[in-house]
């Protein structure tokens, strides 16, 4: 019983933590392009517009982290087999993100 009460615990806070380090990547992301050296020809867009978006963002990647079982107790799985999940389960996200943002015209993100 306390084996099981330690893996929902620590489960918890691994997805708090992997939804705190996007939502800061998604948020430092918008800085360095629109609030740096770098040049937005077409201005910079309205920080709302994306606030609201992370919130879709977040939804996303949890549901497939989640699908890719990165949140399930695996005692034998080496660091490269982690790596290489997180990094599958990074790319599927990317692409379901880049797909709804294309489809999605009524505002035009960032690509």
Known sequence: MLSRRRHL???AVLVVGDLALITGAFLLAYWFRFLT???APKGVPDFERYQEAVFYVL???FLVL???GTYTRKPFATLSDVAFT???????TMF???ATTFVYRHFSYSR
Do not use: N
């Not at 997180?86 to 599927?92: F, I, P, Q, R």
């Open 9 to 11: 615990v620590f489960s």
């Open 37 to 39: 050296i770098f040049p």
């Open 59 to 61: 939804i996303v990647f």
């Open 66 to 68: 989640r699908s890719y």
């Open 86 to 92: 997180l990094l599958k389960a990074t790319l599927v």
């Open 96 to 98: 379901i993100l880049m």
